[in-house]
C-alpha cells in the first residue's frame, strides 16, 4: 500500500484547508485510514481516523473543527476548519491492514502552517 497526501499550505488564524490522501497498491486490504500530526519537536499524534466499519475517532482539540471522510476504498480526506496556530505540523496520511498481523502505511507527509 502506498499513500499519497496533498493539500497543506499556509492560512491565517481562522482559515481552513482540505487535505486529500490517495492509497494504490492493495487497497481492498486496508481496514482503517485516517490522518496523524507531528508538531516540530513532539512525537507524532492520532488527529481523526476512520475504523473498518466507519466508526470515526477524532482527537479532543479536532473535535468541532476537523471533519475526517473516507470517500471510497482507496481515500480518506480531512477538512480542517477554524484553524489555530497550535495546528501547525506535518500531517501524515494513515492507513492500517490487520491481517494476522497488522501493518502500518505512512504517507509522505504534508505540511500545514496556520499563520497569526
Known amino acids: 500500500v502506498q499513500l499519497q497526501a496533498s493539500g497543506g499550505g499556509l492560512v491565517p488564524r481562522g482559515g481552513s484547508l482540505r487535505l486529500s490522501c490517495a492509497a494504490s497498491?492493495?487497497?481492498?486490504?486496508?481496514?482503517?485510514m485516517g490522518w496523524y500530526r507531528q508538531v516540530s519537536g513532539n512525537q507524532r499524534e492520532l488527529v481523526a481516523v476512520?475504523?473498518?466499519?466507519?466508526?470515526i475517532e477524532y482527537a479532543d482539540y479536532a473535535k468541532g473543527r476537523f471533519t475526517v471522510s473516507r470517500d471510497s476504498k482507496s481515500t480518506v480526506s480531512l477538512q480542517m476548519n477554524n484553524l489555530e496556530p497550535e495546528d501547525t505540523a506535518v500531517y501524515y496520511c494513515?492507513?492500517?491492514?490487520?491481517?494476522?498481523?497488522?501493518?502500518?502505511?505512512w504517507g509522505q507527509g504534508t505540511q500545514v502552517t496556520v499563520s497569526s
Open positions: 494513515w492507513a492500517l491492514v490487520e491481517n494476522n498481523l497488522e501493518y502500518t502505511y
Open positions: 497498491g492493495d487497497i481492498f486490504s486496508i481496514d482503517h
Open positions: 476512520v475504523r473498518r466499519r466507519g466508526k
